[in-house]
């Protein structure tokens, strides 16, 4: 629990398929997928569904976010639909974590690319998953909002104690990770470990 863990690889090398895999998006041709103790591949769509949603948090590099939705309704939906009586309250809680106290009846359209890439960010922290799955989520962002989101996303990862599987073509980027896997042709081709300061 807690680690964190980088993909890198050339573009077209199954980084992002192995993302879905792992979060049940997707189904493999061959093979199993356990996920905290738990072979997915023979879930059914609801079983999946139900492990998404208690065990599994996705920032993705385009945002995901709800137009006609508020960045706090964006974020306490999820919570809702997975029967929190306090949805609202932990929204509000994880958009304040991720500096967004004053935003929180804004729209879309009405914040920042850094600003959406944060509700993103707080919408799939505030179940506090145990496993967060970020697949390039500074791509769409300039560099120095990029590294203001990344380094919010290892702080919050950190302080609920999930486990962070980072999606990154920027090699200082992986090396942040304690563990760094290397992928081409569909294959992890290097596991390789930083060693702790």
């Known amino acids: 629990m807690g680690e964190t863990v980088s993909l890198v690889g050339p573009s077209g090398s199954g ?22 103790g738990r072979d997915i591949t023979t879930m059914s769509e609801d079983e ?23 960045a706090l309704e964006n974020v306490a939906v999820p919570l809702e639909l997975a029967g929190a009586a306090d ?14 106290a004053r935003r929180l009846s804004h729209y879309p359209s009405q914040l920042s690319g850094g600003e959406q890439q ?8 505030a179940p506090r998953p145990k496993i967060l799955l970020a697949d390039e989520p500074t ?7 990029g590294a203001r989101i990344i380094d919010l996303m290892f702080e919050r990862a950190h302080a609920i104690g999930a486990t962070l599987l980072l999606i990154t073509h920027d090699p200082s980027l992986a090396g942040r990770c304690r563990r760094q896997l290397h992928m ?12 702790a300061a």
Not at 16 to 24: D, E, K, P, Q, R
Not at 184 to 195: C, E, F
Request: charge should be positive; glycine fraction near 8%.
């Open 15 to 36: 980084k992002t398929s192995l993302l879905l895999l792992i979060a049940g998006l997707e189904q493999p041709t061959i093979g199993r997928i356990a996920l905290s």
């Open 48 to 70: 999946l569904a139900l492990l998404r949603r208690d065990q599994v948090g996705i920032v993705f590099q385009s945002f995901h976010l709800i137009p006609t939705m508020s």
């Open 87 to 100: 949805a609202f309250e932990r929204a509000e809680a994880a958009l304040g974590a991720v500096g967004l």
């Open 118 to 125: 944060r509700v993103a960010l707080a919408r799939a922290l």
């Open 139 to 145: 791509g769409n962002l300039d560099l120095d909002t």
């Open 184 to 195: 081409a042709d569909g294959h992890i081709v290097r596991d390789s470990a930083r060693v």
